[in-house]
T-cell receptor, first 115, second 113 residues
Framework: AQSVSQHNHHVILSEAASLELGCNYSYGGTVNLFWYVQYPGQHLQLLLKYFSGDPLVKGIKGFEAEFIKSKFSFNLRKPSVQWSDTAEYFCAVMGGSSNTGKLIFGQGTTLQVKP | DSGVTQTPKHLITATGQRVTLRCSPRSGDLSVYWYQQSLDQGLQFLIQYYNGEERAKGNILERFSAQQFPDLHSELNLSSLELGDSALYFC????????????FGPGTRLTVL
């Protein structure tokens, strides 16, 4: 069965610090990978996605992620965080061979950025 | 605003009751997904409909059921409610299914007392 593991449950950073959130998945076939963000009181929004091609994916708001197939990882990065990045971040996998679009989410990482 | 609407925003009910959550997908989207977000289980996929037909099932209890209507809106029915059903229920939509990103609605917060 597919699963997603996010290593950090709660991360606290100061503004301008660099961010890296870990995400590992378990699935043997072709996968599509996503990072979603949930700002306080809001719905999930897509930050970036990987379907194929360049394993370094750039998303919105200066976020990027790197797909490393050999490590089953899809870590999220941002060189310099802002207070407005305070939110919960979810990594998700969509199994390409299952012919459905269901997303399997990790448990989420709460990011708190101190001004 | 993702274009996906959900009603109601909040729902408070008692154990043993039945409720219906409603979702309208983005214009043009054919797939609707339901997810449950709770503190202990995280975000879990419940069920997917594509153009009126069930496409995939996840960890959905037998007390729960869903359908997608000809106008593509969807309803999630939860019956014989238990305290543990208290959660945030999200609906998402996409154009088709796989290889399409999903757009999430604002969610319905269900509280079972």
């Amino acid at each position: 069965a597919q699963s997603v593991s996010q290593h950090n449950h709660h991360v606290i950073l100061s503004e301008a610090a660099s961010l890296e959130l870990g995400c590992n998945y378990s699935y043997g076939g072709t996968v599509n990978l996503f990072w979603y963000v949930q700002y306080p009181g809001q719905h999930l929004q897509l930050l970036l996605k990987y379907f194929s091609g360049d394993p370094l994916v750039k998303g919105i708001k200066g976020f990027e992620a790197e797909f490393i197939k050999s490590k089953f990882s899809f870590n999220l990065r941002k060189p310099s965080v802002q207070w407005s990045d305070t939110a919960e971040y979810f990594c998700a996998v969509m199994g390409g061979s299952s012919n459905t679009g269901k997303l399997i989410f990790g448990q989420g990482t709460t990011l708190q950025v101190k001004p | 605003d993702s274009g996906v609407t959900q009603t109601p925003k909040h729902l408070i009910t008692a154990t043993g009751q039945r409720v219906t959550l409603r979702c309208s997908p983005r214009s043009g989207d054919l797939s609707v997904y339901w997810y449950q977000q709770s503190l202990d289980q995280g975000l879990q996929f419940l069920i997917q409909y594509y153009n009126g037909e069930e496409r995939a099932k996840g960890n959905i209890l037998e007390r729960f059921s869903a359908q997608q209507f000809p106008d593509l809106h969807s309803e999630l029915n939860l019956s014989s409610l238990e305290l543990g059903d208290s959660a945030l229920y999200f609906c998402a939509s996409s154009f088709r299914g796989e290889y399409n990103e999903q757009f999430f609605g604002p969610g319905t917060r269900l509280t079972v007392l």
